[in-house]
């Protein structure tokens, strides 16, 4: 079965503070890929990276920058010297193939509130 | 602008009506999708369709319909039967020809609200 786990529900941090978002995903396939979502207030979803599982190098973007671990199932996401425009809901995916497609099961979200 | 379009953004119903949301895109995507969000629960998957006249269950499909008539078009029905159907509504797209590796396109969402 495929499953997402994102196991802090909020977290609260001031202001050029590090933070790491946790990720860890449970799945019988060999090939998957993984995915970050933000969700600012106003809904809609902005995708962030993604990440195929045979490539385990880090990756960096900005301030953002992404852990990927197959021994322990984990793909963690640092924002670092955060941001009070950072203040959102992060969700982690995990993409499955059934006989019928393709779509992404997502963990529940991990609400990160950053204050000036 | 090539994008997802959800309407309305606030859509409010009476217990045991059926009630359509929206969802068009003109990003030229073969597959679409329904996810409903509530508060802790994360994302989960009503329904989706990788092609037209064709869609599949997601986890949570008890309570809904779906068609997709056109490509562009991939309207979600709440009928009578879902037994809890106040939630946050997201619609998605994404090519289908790449598969595993595509990432999704997100409308802004619906927040139905059944009084």
């Known amino acids: 079965a495929q499953k997402v786990t994102q196991a802090q529900t909020e977290i609260s941090v001031v202001e050029k503070e590090d933070v790491t978002l946790d990720c860890v995903y449970e799945t019988r396939d060999t090939t998957y890929y993984l995915f970050w979502y933000k969700q600012p207030p106003s809904g809609e979803l902005v995708f962030l990276i993604r990440?195929?599982?045979?490539?385990?190098q880090n990756e960096i973007s900005g301030r953002y920058s992404w852990n990927f671990q197959k021994s322990t199932s984990s793909f963690n996401f640092t924002i670092t010297a955060s941001q009070v425009v950072d203040s959102a809901v992060y969700f982690c995916?995990?993409?499955?193939?059934?006989?019928?497609?393709?779509?992404?099961?997502f963990g529940k979200g991990t609400s990160l509130l950053v204050t000036p | 602008d090539g994008g997802i379009t959800q309407s309305p953004k606030y859509l409010f119903r009476k217990e045991g009506q059926n009630v359509t949301l929206s969802c068009e895109q003109n990003l030229n995507h073969d597959a679409m999708y329904w996810y409903r969000q509530d508060p802790g629960q994360g994302l989960r998957l009503i329904y989706y369709?990788?092609?037209?006249?064709?869609?599949q269950k997601g986890d949570i499909a008890e309570g809904y319909s779906v068609s997709r008539e056109k490509k562009e078009s991939f309207p979600l029905t709440v009928t009578s039967a879902q037994k809890n159907p106040t939630a946050f509504y997201l619609c998605?797209?994404?090519?289908?020809?790449?598969?595993?590796?595509?990432?999704?396109?997100f409308g802004q969402g619906t927040r139905l609200t059944v009084v």
């Open positions: 995916a995990l993409s499955f193939n059934s006989n019928s497609g393709y779509a992404l099961n």
């Open positions: 990440r195929n599982s045979f490539d385990e």
């Open positions: 998605a797209s994404s090519p289908y020809g790449t598969g595993l590796n595509t990432e999704a396109f």
């Open positions: 369709s990788q092609i037209v006249n064709d869609f």
